[in-house]
């Protein structure tokens, strides 16, 4: 079974968009998939896996954009103490897929090459996560072939504000866009409204928008267990 773990979030806009792409996983993948959250809505992590049937195996993919605290600890503590053999997969990123995705919705915004450009990260007190951010910042600007800035929301510096004013004193009649790399519309998706930028694109999923990019990375990051590998070849066509 595949348990795709979101954070969790109050919005309904982004329950709503997270539950698509939980929906299309399903639908791509040979198992079952149950959508879990690591914090704020039900099923919990815990929760989900005590509810599996007794003689199947866990694969819990973090649907979450960089891996810190809530991989390497929430999650694999919930693994650990999984009453079902239990493995947790690598976090979504960085991926060329969702740096896509990220430019696919800077065009949508109205990017163009005038504009300064800002990747907008949630953050994180890990310092692998942080270097998980700016790696993509470093792919987002390879594939727009142009400088991003990269700020953050919360325990890490320089905050998404910061960011927005640094872009915009490099090249001052320049609008500033923001790209924020969030999974969905939620609490951080606001502070970045409140960033001061003139332009702010949509995250990765909306509650009408569910890039197969991110489908892939998700149903990829499944893959790369071997059980599920093996039920994948054995329900493909000969």
């Known amino acids: 079974m595949v348990f795709a773990a979101s954070h969790g979030t109050s919005s309904r806009e982004g329950q709503a968009a997270v539950r698509r792409l939980v929906e299309r996983v399903a639908a791509a993948l040979p198992v079952p998939v149950v959508g879990c959250h690591v914090d704020v809505e039900e099923p919990s992590v815990p929760t989900a896996l005590a509810a599996a049937p007794a003689d199947s195996r866990a694969v819990i993919v973090p649907l979450l954009l960089s891996a810190g605290y809530h991989v390497y600890v ?31 919705r800077l065009v949508e915004a109205g990017h163009d090459r005038q504009a300064s450009v800002v990747l907008a990260a949630a953050g994180s007190s890990d310092a692998r996560a942080v270097a998980d951010c700016l790696s993509t910042g470093e792919l987002l600007a390879a594939r727009l072939d142009t400088a991003v800035t990269v700020g953050f929301l919360s325990a890490a510096e320089p905050s998404v504000a910061q960011a927005v004013e640094a872009a915009r004193a490099a090249r001052r009649r320049a609008p500033v866009i923001v790209a924020p790399y ?55 066509p000969s």
């Open 74 to 104: 929430d999650l694999a503590e919930s693994a650990a103490e999984s009453p079902i053999p239990a493995a947790v997969t690598p976090a979504l990123g960085p991926d060329e897929r969702l740096v896509e995705v990220l430019a696919q």
């Open 182 to 236: 969030l999974l969905a519309p939620g609490y951080f998706l606001d502070l970045v409204g409140q960033a001061g930028a003139d332009v702010v694109a949509a995250p990765l999923l909306t509650p009408e928008s569910t890039p197969q990019e991110l489908v892939d990375v998700v149903t990829q990051r499944a893959f790369a267990d071997s059980a599920l590998a093996e039920a994948r070849d054995t329900n493909s």
